[in-house]
């Protein structure tokens, strides 16, 4: 059964952080639609889901970053 297209990005985006492909900022939905070939929308969606397992922290109006090695506040 295939998986849909959100889900894989969400897989491969998970891999790239790991090995430290991507560090800090993640590229634009837009970038990230073009280097996967969706559309924006399914970027969005693959981000939300990243968000809501707390792999990344996404701000409105901002791009998105990695949380793995991000200070936190005390």
């Given at each position: 059964?295939?998986?849909?297209?959100?889900?894989?990005?969400?897989?491969?985006?998970?891999?790239?952080?790991?090995?430290?492909?991507?560090?800090?900022?993640?590229?634009?939905?837009?970038?990230?639609?073009?280097s996967f070939?969706?559309?924006?929308?399914?970027?969005?969606?693959?981000?939300?889901?990243?968000a809501n397992?707390?792999?990344?922290?996404?701000?409105?109006?901002?791009?998105?970053?990695?949380?793995?090695?991000?200070?936190?506040?005390?």
């Amino acid at each position: 059964m295939l998986k849909p297209k959100q889900d894989e990005i969400c897989e491969k985006l998970k891999q790239m952080l790991e090995r430290g492909s991507i560090k800090g900022w993640l590229p634009s939905t837009t970038e990230l639609a073009a280097s996967f070939a969706v559309n924006a929308r399914t970027v969005r969606k693959a981000l939300a889901t990243l968000a809501n397992e707390g792999v990344i922290e996404r701000q409105r109006g901002i791009v998105s970053f990695s949380k793995k090695g991000k200070t936190q506040r005390k």
